[in-house]
């Protein structure tokens, strides 16, 4: 089955630093590939997606992932992070079906940003 | 504006007790998903449909129930709540081939 790693569950990191958080997939065909963000007491909603092309995505809020098919991972990654970038993030995988919207998810990683 | 409401926000209940937690969306989405998010667990994927009538069970779907009757519902179910199913309750809906848009959750607590 389908499962995705999302090795740390919590980073803490200074303001203005760069930060990556780390996710692999396992399988062997083709995905897709998702960056969703919860706020406190809030939603998901979602950062960026690879579908296909380009193996570099770029996101909303300055974030962007690397979708690495050799390695099986698809790491997040912020120049410099923002107090404001608090929150959990989940990556997903799509069901091997082929189907971009049943989505399997990682346990999450929290983004803890310090002044 | 288009958006997707749930209710309860938050409900407390009995163990044995018939609870239905409810998902509206404006959207006209045909794809309708119900995820529980656990600490540790991040999201799982409960009940699914992908249009009128249809409906799929999740990885998770023991103790639980939906149905769809319109585009725009996908109320779900706990026939017998457990202790097991305090969590909190997130409905998302899509277009295919589209993003997941999430609800902001339902916290529901059984005693």
């Known amino acids: 089955a389908q499962s995705v790693t999302q090795l740390d569950s919590q980073v803490p990191v200074f303001e203005e630093a760069p930060v990556e958080l780390r996710c692999n997939y396992s399988?062997?065909?083709?995905?897709?590939l998702f960056w969703y963000v919860q706020y406190p007491n809030q939603g998901l909603q979602l950062l960026l997606k690879y579908l296909s092309g380009s193996t570099l995505v770029k996101g909303i809020n300055g974030f962007e992932a690397e979708f690495n098919k050799s390695q099986t991972s698809f790491h997040l990654r912020k120049p410099s992070v923002h107090i404001s970038d608090t929150a959990e993030y989940f990556c997903a995988v799509s069901d091997p079906g082929g189907a971009t919207n049943k989505l399997i998810f990682g346990t999450g990683t929290l983004l803890a940003v310090q002044p | 504006d288009a958006e997707i409401t749930q209710s309860p926000r938050h409900k407390i209940t009995e163990t044995g007790r018939q609870v239905t937690l409810a998902c509206h969306q404006t959207?006209?989405?045909?794809?309708m998903f119900w995820y529980r998010q656990d600490l540790g667990h991040g999201l799982r994927l409960i009940h699914y449909?992908?249009?009128?009538?249809?409906?799929n069970k999740g990885e998770v779907s023991d103790g639980y129930s939906v149905s769809r009757s319109n585009t725009e519902d996908l109320p779900l179910t706990l026939e017998s709540a457990a202790s097991s199913q305090t969590s909190v309750y997130f409905c998302?809906?899509?277009?295919?081939?589209?993003?997941?848009?999430f609800g902001e959750g339902s916290r529901l607590t059984v005693l």
């Open positions: 959207w006209n989405h045909n794809n």
């Open positions: 449909s992908y249009g009128v009538q249809d409906t």
């Open positions: 998302a809906s899509s277009v295919s081939g589209g993003e997941l848009f």
């Open positions: 399988s062997s065909v083709s995905v897709y």
